[in-house]
């Protein structure tokens, strides 16, 4: 099975400067139809998952372009260049390339 | 406005049933890969199991493989997960989402409770 590794776990960040989530998956995740299927949620404090980005670097509908993910093969990377407090939360990535599909283990973004 | 919302959740005893179920409005749930993924308390998020458009083709992750079952029914634009043999483990916020090569929308999730 693939193992999807998130590092930092925990990520202070002070508002307004940037931040990043590194994600690194144990096997290729390049699909046998040549696209990679890279996802990243974000979770706030209560509520449901939202997807922020599909296939490394496609923002899903209404995602600010402060968050941008870039990556290829078996690193990538989550960024969002100026945070505000709206991005207080967990973010995970998750593979969809192979079955059983994984997450990783959650990096908790929090406001110095 | 898509939107799905997950039913059935509660308390049971360990070696217990129960049987979940999504309603979908807003998109057409009959062209969509649908999921369940959980979250159990304090935890991370698992994708459980996931059914294509048609309910031919079923994953679960290994886990829960023999003891739940996902179906669905287009004509009531319904998800369902059979949940059987439930143990202390399976104790997790459920949310059903939309997928598209990921889960792209979800619910709001209902709470299953093993316990007793």
């Known amino acids: 099975d693939v193992v999807m590794t998130q590092s930092p776990l925990s990520l202070p960040v002070t508002l307004g400067q940037p931040a990043s989530i590194s994600c690194r998956s144990s096997?290729?995740?390049?699909?046998?139809?040549?696209?990679?299927?890279l996802n990243w949620f974000q979770q706030r404090p209560g509520q449901s998952p939202r997807r922020l980005i599909y296939?490394?670097?496609n923002r899903g509908s209404g995602v600010p372009d402060r968050f941008s993910g870039s990556g290829s093969g078996t690193d990538f990377t989550l960024k969002i260049s100026r945070v505000e407090a709206e991005d207080v939360g967990v973010y995970y990535c998750?593979?969809?390339?192979?079955?059983?599909?994984?997450f990783g283990q959650g990096t908790k973004v929090e406001i110095k | 406005e898509v939107q799905l919302v997950e039913s059935g959740g509660g308390l049971v005893q360990p070696g217990g049933s129960l049987r979940l179920s999504c309603g979908a409005s807003?998109?057409?749930?009959?062209?969509?890969?649908t999921t369940w993924v959980r979250q159990a308390p304090g935890r991370g998020l698992e994708l459980v199991s996931i059914?294509?458009?048609?309910?031919?083709?079923?994953y679960y992750v290994d886990s829960v493989k023999g003891r739940f079952t996902i179906s669905r029914d287009n004509a009531k634009n319904s998800l369902y997960l059979q949940m059987n043999s439930l143990r202390a483990e399976d104790t997790a916020v459920y949310y059903c989402?939309?997928?598209?090569?990921?889960?792209?929308?979800w619910g709001p999730g209902t709470l299953v409770t093993v316990s007793s």
């Open positions: 989402a939309r997928d598209n090569w990921g889960p792209e929308y």
């Open positions: 807003g998109f057409s749930f009959r062209s969509f890969w």
């Open positions: 059914i294509n458009q048609d309910g031919s083709e079923k």
């Open positions: 096997q290729s995740l390049v699909h046998s139809d040549g696209n990679t299927y």
């Open positions: 296939k490394i670097s």
């Open positions: 998750m593979q969809a390339t192979h079955w059983p599909r994984a």
